[in-house]
């Protein structure tokens, strides 16, 4: 059985940085579809990052490109996500994903395991 468990969120102020993790069981990270959605209130999950399978290959939506840089560490078989310039348009409930693989790196549906989620607060 697959588990993810992220952790890392809480509150920060606008231009601040914030790093979460996630941690996964049951399945390599390395020879998987990795990465992030976010959900903020009122708004449909939203794709945030991914890597994918064991070349690496990284995509980001275009709001957070710059900003926001994702990263695995095998060993651990963890996954990073780290925020920095933080806007409150960043708040949300960021979910960790996972999957053997997937056609359209975008596409939720396409995810088969999801993390609980944690919050991202971002402040004025």
């Known amino acids: 059985q697959v588990q993810l468990v992220e952790s890392g969120g809480g509150l920060v102020q606008a231009g601040g940085s914030l790093r979460l993790a996630c941690a996964a069981s049951?399945?390599?990270?390395?020879?998987?579809?990795v990465g992030w959605f976010r959900q903020a209130p009122g708004k449909e999950r939203e794709f945030v990052a991914t890597?994918?399978?064991?070349?690496?290959?990284?995509y980001y939506t275009e709001s957070v490109k710059g900003r926001f840089t994702i990263s695995r560490d095998n060993a651990k078989n963890t996954v990073y996500l780290q925020m920095s310039s933080l806007t409150p348009e960043d708040t949300a409930v960021y979910y960790c994903v996972l999957s053997a693989s997937v056609t359209y790196v975008a596409r939720a549906a396409e995810y088969r395991y999801w993390g609980q989620g944690t919050q991202v607060t971002v402040s004025n």
């Open positions: 890597i994918r399978g064991s070349l690496g290959a990284i």
């Open positions: 049951g399945r390599t990270m390395s020879t998987s579809v």
